[in-house]
């Protein structure tokens, strides 16, 4: 399984699991905004985990999470 495989599991495939991806799950107009930024730590490494090789992915680290489009947490 590639990243981005996991990555659309994880999240609008949870949320169509429970009947509820037309408000949550993917970033798009409308939907619920519950969402974590993440940055890479490396700069030599491309911050996009969803072109990532497996063994990147522990490049990078949490910056930032909202939910309800509100900011709970930053670094």
Same mark, same amino acid.
Do not use: F, K
């Given at each position: 399984m590639s990243?981005?495989?996991?990555?659309?599991?994880?999240?609008?495939?949870?949320?169509?699991?429970e009947g509820s991806g037309e408000r949550k799950g993917s970033?798009?107009?409308?939907k619920l905004a519950d969402l974590v930024l993440v940055e890479a730590v490396n700069p030599?490494?491309?911050?996009d985990?969803?072109?990532?090789?497996?063994? &990147? !992915?522990?490049?990078? $680290?949490a910056v930032m999470t909202l939910i309800g489009? &509100? !900011?709970v947490?930053? $670094?």
């Open positions: 990243v981005a495989e996991a990555l659309r599991a994880y999240t609008l495939g949870g949320a169509e699991a970033i798009e107009p409308g030599r490494v491309d911050g985990p969803t072109g990532m090789d497996i063994a &990147q !992915v522990s490049n990078l $680290r489009g &509100q !900011v947490w930053e $670094r």
